[in-house]
T-cell receptor
Framework: AQTVTQSQPEMSVQEAETVTLSCTYDTSESDYYLFWYKQPPSRQMILVIRQEAYKQQNATENRFSVNFQKAAKSFSLKISDSQLGDAAMYFCAYRSYNQGGKLIFGQGTELSVKP | DAGVIQSPRHEVTEMGQEVTLRCKPISGHNSLFWYRQTMMRGLELLIYFNNNVPIDDSGMPEDRFSAKMPNASFSTLKIQPSEPRDSAVYFC???????????????FGDGTRLSIL
């Protein structure tokens, strides 16, 4: 079975600075997807970024980028130029290529942004 | 475009009562997922449907939980009888799945916060 681990329960960053959230996963599969979701206090689950395992190039979405290390089974999220609105819980998630799309989530990292 | 719509947004009821949570997926999506979020267990999949057919219900905690998807635009998650340990936020999500592996990202509803007294 696949597992996702986020080892940082809480992180803090100064506004305008850069922060990196860590995620590791365990799988025996070679094809899969990885995601970062953001959950603000409003409790919405918002897709931040996704990565397909067969792609070597790291995904980027504006201020958000990932460092995908397939051999190390690592998938970290970098947030550049942090803004107050980035404060939220961030969840890393794994989805198998073949198992119909269910997401396996990590425990989450709560990010606070200091003005 | 309307996103995934869940109702009610909040539900407070006494233990032993029947609870029904509702979900309307995004139009055109053919996969629907029910997740539960608790402090202790985090986010976990309860059940998912593809083309209205339940595919994996291994996450359904016990027989008190049941889910249906009578058509492509509506699903329910029912708890009968409810217990205090069922208190959680329940999310519905939907996505489009074209064929094996070619699934689009899941879009989540705003969740239902359920409190069982």
């Amino acid at each position: 079975a696949q597992t996702v681990t986020q080892s940082q329960p809480e992180m803090s960053v100064q506004e305008a600075e850069t922060v990196t959230l860590s995620c590791t996963y365990d799988t025996s599969e070679s094809d899969y997807y990885l995601f970062w979701y953001k959950q603000p206090p409003s409790r919405q689950m918002i897709l931040v970024i996704r990565q397909e395992a067969y792609k070597q190039q790291n995904a980027t979405e504006n201020r958000f980028s990932v460092n995908f290390q397939k051999a190390a089974k690592s998938f970290s999220l970098k947030i550049s130029d942090s803004q107050l609105g980035d404060a939220a819980m961030y969840f890393c998630a794994y989805r198998s290529y073949n198992q119909g799309g269910k997401l396996i989530f990590g425990q989450g990292t709560e990010l606070s942004v200091k003005p | 475009d309307a996103g995934v719509i869940q109702s009610p947004r909040h539900e407070v009821t006494e233990m032993g009562q029947e609870v029904t949570l509702r979900c309307k997926p995004i139009s055109g999506h053919n996969s629907l997922f029910w997740y539960r979020q608790t402090m202790m267990r985090g986010l976990e999949l309860l059940i998912y449907f593809n083309n209205n057919v339940p595919i994996d219900d291994s996450g359904m905690p016990e027989d008190r939980f049941s889910a249906k998807m009578p058509n492509a635009s509506f699903s329910t998650l029912k708890i009968q009888p409810s217990e205090p340990r069922d208190s959680a936020v329940y999310f519905c999500a939907s996505s489009f799945s074209r064929d094996r592996g070619r699934n689009q990202p899941q879009h989540f509803g705003d969740g239902t916060r359920l409190s069982i007294l």
